[in-house]
């Protein structure tokens, strides 16, 4: 099984943009991810094709689990 964490925004366009990281430690609080996601909004450090990231959706961890049935 793998775990990712998603931190959701919106841009200036008004769309979602979502930030995955593989494998977030299993320590995570809310105050945490809310502090890392302000910071990527203060610190503009990423770009998306509808302008700034500017308002924080929400975060979530997801969790896949694949089982292969046919490996050739």
């Given at each position: 099984?793998?775990?990712?964490?998603?931190?959701?925004?919106?841009?200036?366009?008004?769309?979602?943009?979502?930030?995955?990281?593989?494998?977030?430690?299993?320590?995570?609080d809310?105050?945490?991810?809310?502090?890392?996601?302000?910071?990527?909004?203060?610190?503009?450090?990423?770009?998306?094709?509808?302008?700034?990231?500017?308002?924080?959706?929400d975060?979530r961890?997801?969790?896949?689990?694949?089982?292969?049935?046919?490996?050739?």
């Open positions: 099984m793998s775990k990712r964490l998603e931190l959701r925004f919106s841009n200036e366009d008004g769309r979602n943009v979502t930030v995955a990281l593989d494998n977030p430690v299993e320590s995570l809310d105050e945490t991810v809310e502090a890392a996601m302000d910071t990527v909004i203060s610190t503009n450090i990423f770009h998306s094709s509808g302008g700034n990231l500017v308002e924080k959706r975060a961890i997801v969790e896949r689990t694949v089982d292969t049935v046919y490996e050739g």
